[in-house]
Each structure stands twice: as C-alpha cells, then as structure tokens.
C-alpha cells in the first residue's frame, strides 16, 4: 500500500528541489524510506541523490533567502507573520520567531556563521517572554510547539537553560484547561 502511495508521488513530482513541504523533497524523503523498509536499496538511494543539493547552490539561492528573513526581524527580535505584514505580535510556529529560529539553526549549522546563532538566541528569548499562547497547546498555534524551538537549540547548544524552558512550558501544557485559553477551531488537531 505504501508503495503505491510512493509511486503516485513520485509521477507527478514538480520538480521544485528545494522546497520540502510543497515540494518534491517531502515525497522523495518518504520515498527512500518507504524504499529501505522494502529492502530496495537502489530506489532509496535514487531518491537521497536526487534529494541532495550542492553547496554552490545552497549558497546561491538558500542563503540569500535567509540573509532576507534575517533583515525582516524587528527590533523586539520577533519576525513578522508574512513578508510585507508589520505586525510585530504572532509567536506561533508559523509565525514569528517559533518557526525562524529552525531556518536560524539550520543556517548556523551549514554556513557557520555566528549571527544565525546569535538571531536564534534572541528567537528563544522572544518565545521565552511571549510564547505561552492562549490559542491553544497545538504544534503550530500552541504552546507545545513553541517549546519545540527550545528543544532544538538545546540540542545544538546543550545550554541546560534552554531544556529548562522547554520543560516549563511542557509543565504549562499539562495544566490543561487551566489557563483559560480558548477551544482551537479544530480542537482535536495535533498542529492548531
């Protein structure tokens, strides 16, 4: 059944390489596993190669693309919710600092550069002081994955201080109904 999915994918890939969610990188990512757990090592391999993307092009079309989100950030250190939008008040995974902070770690880790770090920092501050949504404790517009962001940079960092604010914003989650925060519209959702 997998594999059926798989080759469905694979026949109408849009040849966008670089994008993952709405690109062909999510399918050919789901293709080489589906690939390895089928033990058909050659196709999982066809589709990693066709996945990878060269440093000459990382640095030509994806670090200017980070460079530009990097010079959308406000003063506050939060990044607006769209290009074009100067509302500095959304801190959810898709808006704002909760979900630059990722392309800022990325960034760090590939082009070894201390200013994504230092723009991840004060990503983690901007959530730290304003990321217990009343929304909801979702992925996306919740709580929870607001504190994702402090996992990851623990992660990359090991700075103890930021597994601690991922566990007190956890903490804050399991006090559910608590806050008084408002029912998602899609309340059984994992992201809203």
Not at 13 to 18: A, D, E, P, Q, R
Not at 126 to 139: A, D, N, P, R, T
């Amino acid at each position: 059944m997998a594999h059926g999915y798989v080759k469905q994918s694979l026949n109408s890939l849009s040849k966008h390489s670089i994008t993952f969610l709405c690109g062909d990188g999510g399918p050919l990512a789901a293709a080489a596993v589906v690939h390895h757990k089928m033990n058909n090592e050659k196709q999982a391999e066809e589709c990693i190669t066709r996945l990878q993307v060269s440093h000459a092009k990382l640095h030509n079309l994806v670090k200017p693309s980070v460079d530009y989100v990097c010079r959308l950030k406000f003063p506050s250190g939060n990044y607006p919710p769209c290009v074009d939008d100067s509302r500095d008040l959304l801190v959810h995974w898709c808006h704002g600092a909760p979900g630059v902070i990722y392309m800022l770690i990325q960034a760090y880790k590939v082009f070894k550069e201390e200013r994504y770090l230092s723009d991840a920092y004060q990503c983690a501050d901007v959530i730290w002081q304003y990321g217990l949504l009343k929304k909801g404790y979702g992925l996306c517009h919740g709580t929870a994955g607001n504190a994702y962001a402090f996992l990851s940079l623990y992660n990359l960092t090991q700075d103890a201080k930021y597994l601690y604010r991922a566990c007190k914003f956890a903490e804050w989650c399991l006090d559910y109904g608590e806050h008084g925060c408002r029912t998602p519209d899609t309340p059984f959702s994992l992201f809203e």
